[in-house]
């Protein structure tokens, strides 16, 4: 299995927003200890069993919460058990559920320092985005630090600075093993690479997001690239294909395992904002 990616839901928004049934999907599990529970196809959602507790990544839009929280259900779990919500940028898309989901579960959410801030001083270009979508605000508990992982039970989150696609978004990296033959995966997931915020006509206009965050990114490529990557989990499917697999995991198939896509998934995403470059746009 290669690197391939589909083109980005038409619509999203409304869609979810107004008739939420067109894009669910049903949580299926993408690697030994982690679920996509999104429950919709447009936002990634994610849900990591540590043995002590479930680890949430991202929470997409108020208007999908209910698909969210069933997909929880669905694959065997209860929120009541998620201990901690891992955001990984400001934008509502993937924060705008998080105030339901802290209340519903009492866990503390984590952002970036930077997309905090971002998030505070610059509503108009991480929450209100949209019309058709109603974000909750919500209170960041913890920031993420690079050098500390996120622990609980035996899965420890390795965070990663990844500026560009927001200031502060934040990508990343765990360890599972494979209960069936003792291996072990590292899984990752970029906290955001949408070049909808990294051209010169989004620049123009920003009060916040400046042209050195493109640069940062782009020169990110290589060093992020070199690290090895198992299983590349993406933050919006349409950006890595995983839907075509969904309900196939076992222990022993692993549909997702797949060493190449990581680095291939980043140079597209470099070669997305390079043509964008070009066409100044
Ligand atoms: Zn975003």
């Not at 008739?19 to 949580?27: A, N, R, T």
């Not at 982690?34 to 507790?53: K, M």
């Not at 605000?137 to 990844?162: A, C, H, K």
Request: aromatic share 10%.
């Amino acid at each position: 299995m290669s690197f391939r990616c589909t083109k980005p839901t038409p619509e999203p928004v409304k869609t979810l927003a107004y008739e939420p049934w067109k894009l669910s999907v049903k949580p299926f599990q993408v690697s030994p200890r982690t679920w996509y529970v999104a429950g919709q196809t447009w936002v990634g959602c994610y849900l990591i069993d540590t043995g002590a507790g479930l680890i949430l990544i991202d929470t997409a839009i108020p208007e999908s919460l209910h698909l969210l929280v069933d997909s929880i259900y669905q694959a065997g779990f209860r929120p009541q058990d998620i201990k901690m919500i891992l955001l990984s940028h400001a934008h509502f898309d993937h924060t705008g559920g998080a105030a339901a989901m802290k209340a519903l579960t009492g866990a503390p959410v984590y952002m970036s320092r930077e997309d905090t801030e971002f998030y505070y001083n610059c509503p108009e270009e991480t929450m209100v985005l949209d019309p058709d979508s109603h974000p909750q605000d919500f209170q960041v508990d913890g920031f993420y630090s690079d050098d500390e992982p996120l622990r609980l039970g035996d899965i420890s989150i390795r965070t990663m600075l990844t500026p560009g696609h927001t200031i502060g978004c934040t990508s990343f990296f765990w360890e599972e093993t494979n209960p069936v033959n003792g291996q072990t995966y590292r899984i990752a997931m970029h906290g955001g690479v949408g070049a909808n915020t990294m051209n010169d006509k989004y620049y123009a206009t920003s009060r916040y997001l400046t042209p050195d965050l493109r640069e940062r990114f782009l020169a990110d490529e290589e060093k992020l690239a070199a690290i090895h990557v198992d299983i590349a989990l993406p933050s919006h499917p349409n950006q890595i294909e995983i839907m075509d697999r969904a309900g196939q995991y076992t222990h022993e198939s692993q549909p997702y395992l797949d060493e190449t896509v990581w680095a291939d998934f980043l140079h597209e995403r470099v070669r997305q904002v390079r043509e964008l470059m070009e066409k100044k746009g």
